[in-house]
């Protein structure tokens, strides 16, 4: 698991938006894919006077730069030094509970088969006020990890559980590795269009806790609980789009009109999302 300069980044405009005022807690420890001076100067860029000094590209070294007064990792073993050592599958000690002000998943939920019992010890482990971020494979990543989220698992699951300021977004990136740019497209809740890229997608989800949050309520998808109203209006131009491209003329069409296909067909980038976020 690891966090490349895009997530550093995110992470940086989340702090600069509420700042830590309590612990961070990562599930399983994080690799840094970057250097000290590049994270001091990541830092500065965003507008934020390190509160430590940075001299090794360490997960903690770079929560406690954001101000953090102690920075652990809860990991199935301790063979990377976790502080926690306990297996998500089961649920976690209740002396744990409430007493992180931030818990970032960079890439931990995927791994774990009972993803329900993960959420739960998640929430649990959140204090009240406190954050958890969602760095999770959506598209791309066959045999990562033992799934791909969609973006509606964490809008659906944080709403259904009191939770506030779900926000919930697509990070594209074009290569696999961690240093990649993102385009990062917001979803609202009930976006229920396919998103297929020929480059990798994740879901990154923020969520903040309540007094009266919890963990354990099941959601029903947004778009079956609620339908939109736009459901069953006629759509003309996507019917006349994969009309066109059905037809034997469909491949020059597809070539002629492919600067358009976006506003057309809502399975490609941006989705009918509106225009990214890029960070580098």
């Not at 740019?181 to 998103?195: F, I, M, N, Q, S």
């Amino acid at each position: 698991m690891g966090l490349g300069p895009p997530a550093l980044r995110f992470l940086c405009r989340l702090v600069r938006e509420h700042p830590l005022d309590g612990p961070v807690l990562t599930l399983g420890r994080q690799a840094l894919v970057s250097s000290p001076r590049a994270i001091d100067r990541l830092l500065h860029a965003e507008g934020i006077t390190p509160a430590a000094p940075i001299t090794t590209a360490t997960d903690v070294a770079f929560f406690r730069a954001l101000g953090a007064p102690r920075v652990e990792a809860l990991d199935v073993s301790a063979y990377e030094g976790a502080e926690l050592v306990h297996d998500l599958n089961q649920p976690i000690p209740q002396a744990w509970a409430g007493q992180y002000a931030l818990v970032v998943d960079g890439g931990t939920l995927e791994h774990v088969l009972d993803v329900r019992q993960a959420l739960r010890n998640v929430a649990a482990l959140v204090a009240v006020g406190g954050r958890v971020v969602h760095f999770s494979p959506s598209s791309n990543y066959a045999d990562h990890g033992f799934y791909s989220f969609s973006p509606t698992l964490f809008h659906d699951h944080y709403a259904a559980n009191g939770w506030d300021d779900v926000r919930v977004w697509v990070a594209e990136h074009d290569r696999t590795s961690p240093t990649a740019p993102w385009r990062l497209y917001a979803v609202p809740r009930g976006h229920a269009t396919a998103k297929t890229s020929r480059h990798r997608l994740a879901a990154v989800a923020v969520a903040t806790k309540t007094p009266t949050s919890s963990g354990d309520r099941i959601p029903v998808q947004a778009i079956y609980a609620a339908p939109p109203a736009s459901v069953g209006r006629p759509r003309p131009l996507r019917r006349l789009w994969w009309w066109v491209a059905g037809s034997p003329v469909g491949p020059a069409a597809r070539w002629l009109l492919h600067p358009l296909v976006p506003a057309v067909d809502r399975t490609r980038p941006p989705w009918g999302l509106g225009r990214p976020v890029r960070l580098r």
